[in-house]
């Protein structure tokens, strides 16, 4: 993810102007003349220097909406990790549908590609650009399965390591990874085939950018084809247990599937990765064919499908080319932010392109062409999640950069400044997992659990309003602190 808060936006050059006097002196006084024009412009220099640090200081805060939305984005994700246990309505929809947790991922794609159309609006070496691209993804894919691979049990278990026939390759920060390659490789690859300035036409953003699009109208491509015509044959997995390893059978033989047994999502990743290093605990479990708790988590009913026990991977491979259209939008948006100069422009087109993707997901939906859902990254849950990205990123503008009311924002904009120390040590549990290495008799007596349990749980004598209010004060609250301090002391950790 590039680091922002640095980014300039393209400025043109300050014209310098002359001071014409009058010059209606004999001859003799020519040369004190040369001296005042001579004077005249060192003047007009000095005030083109001020205007150009005025300039770079009004762009600079027009970066600060990315923060916060950046910043927004992680504070979602704590929100629904920790507290969607006691509140089932914020976490991921079990299949169809759209939650809050579900909007984090593509907000996550969505500000990605903001950013990439910032920090590479001039890219003057080509190939250290890429080779930058190529290293950093390398570091998100090597962040991502040390943390979701299985490799880190923090905050629960106090260990570390992981079985590499069980390991899972698929994560958060290896979709973003693969995301941003395809992006920011397009991005940079057609520098030099997009125009400076844009012609004054209504679809001149979007022709300037074409291969933006050709790159995301591909992925669309690949997805609908791949999702609707691969024919997903019976498959199998097996189940351990205290009571010895059980074999279950999926009966499907069918195309087009879009249900939770038989899609073809579920089965490029089957055959690509192996069933074992798929994601073992999927959403789908709480769905009412699979447990009388819905939509919270519960025992299995007796007659629950196969199915409802076998793993899944909400960010496989197909689902992923699916989700280059989320960074497209991005990046499109960054790029209205490149070449409209003015508020109003800026947000007449993010806001009618997100209300219009907004429309077009309902439509989708509600006619039952193709349902929302997060799992398979359906086209109408880009359109859906894009277009609520597009709003709220617009409000955020007009309260932040138009309004400038930054105050209320600090704690986003902080979070946002250092995304991914807070998403490691904090939306991860690193440091609540060393905390809790530090017990007393127990390994339950932990100053973590101590603090959940005896300031929020037994004083609101609540366990769902206990467990809320610990995430809002306890985390994102503590979180949004360290990262203020840490901004303070310049301390950023960038990929």
């Keep these: 993810m590039a680091d922002l808060r640095i980014v300039e936006e393209g400025l043109g050059r300050t014209q310098l102007v002359e001071q014409e006097q009058d010059d209606g002196k004999d001859s003799e006084n020519g040369i004190n003349k040369e001296k005042g024009l001579e004077r005249s412009e060192v003047q007009d220099e000095q005030k083109g220097e001020l205007q150009l640090q005025q300039l770079l200081q009004q762009k600079s805060k027009r970066v600060a909406t990315l923060d916060a939305f950046r910043g927004l984005t992680v504070v979602l994700m704590i929100l629904v990790d920790d507290a969607g246990g006691a509140y089932a309505r914020i976490d991921h929809s079990p299949w169809n549908g759209c939650t809050l947790a579900d909007f984090v991922m593509p907000f996550f794609l969505f500000i990605v590609g903001v950013a990439i159309a910032l920090a590479l609006k001039k890219v003057p070496k080509i190939n250290g650009a890429v080779k930058k691209i190529i290293f950093r993804t390398l570091k998100l894919l090597f962040w991502g399965i040390i943390l979701q691979g299985g490799y880190s049990h923090a905050p629960d278990a106090l260990s570390y390591g992981v079985d590499m026939k069980d390991i899972r390759w698929c994560g958060i ?11 920011a490789l397009i991005e940079t690859l057609t520098t030099k085939r997009r125009p400076n300035v844009l012609e004054p036409r209504h ?29 997903v044959p019976n498959w199998s997995f097996s189940e351990h247990s205290d009571h010895g390893v059980k074999k279950y059978i999926v009966k499907c033989g069918m195309r087009g599937h879009l249900g939770p047994a038989c899609n073809a999502v579920g089965y490029v ?7 074992n290093h798929l994601y073992s605990d999927p959403v789908w479990s709480r769905l009412e064919a699979c447990t009388l708790s819905s939509p919270n988590s519960g025992p299995l009913r ?8 076998a793993p899944f991977e909400p960010e496989g491979l197909l689902s992923t080319i699916s989700a280059i259209l989320s960074g497209t939008i991005g990046i499109h948006y960054g790029h209205v932010l490149i070449h409209f100069k003015g ?7 993010w806001v009618s392109m997100g209300f219009g993707l907004l429309i077009i997901a309902i439509i989708l939906h509600f006619t039952n062409a193709i349902p929302i859902n997060k799992q398979l990254y359906s086209f109408s849950y880009v359109c859906f999640t894009a277009g609520a990205a597009g709003i709220v990123f617009s409000a955020l503008y007009v309260l932040m950069d138009v309004w400038e009311l930054r105050t209320p924002f600090l704690f986003l904009k902080w979070i946002g400044m250092n995304a991914m120390l807070v998403f490691v040590l904090g939306a991860q549990g690193i440091l609540a997992g060393f905390v809790n290495g530090w017990y007393y008799k127990n390994p339950d007596n932990t100053l973590v659990n101590w603090i959940q349990n005896h300031l929020f749980i037994h004083v609101w004598n609540s366990e769902r309003l206990g467990t809320l209010l610990y995430v809002i004060f306890a985390e994102i609250t503590f979180w949004g602190v360290v990262a203020g301090i840490l901004h303070r002391l310049g301390i950023y950790w960038k990929l």
């Design 173 to 183: 920060l290896q979709r973003i990874a693969l995301v941003y390659l395809v992006v």
């Design 203 to 231: 679809l001149s953003i979007f022709t300037a950018y074409q291969w933006q699009w050709i790159g995301g109208f591909v992925a669309f491509v690949i997805y609908m084809i791949t999702t609707y015509s691969l024919y």
């Design 269 to 275: 990743d089957r055959e690509l990765w192996g069933i």
């Design 302 to 309: 007796e007659d629950a499908p196969s199915w409802c026990r």
């Design 343 to 349: 508020h109003s422009a800026r947000l007449k087109h």
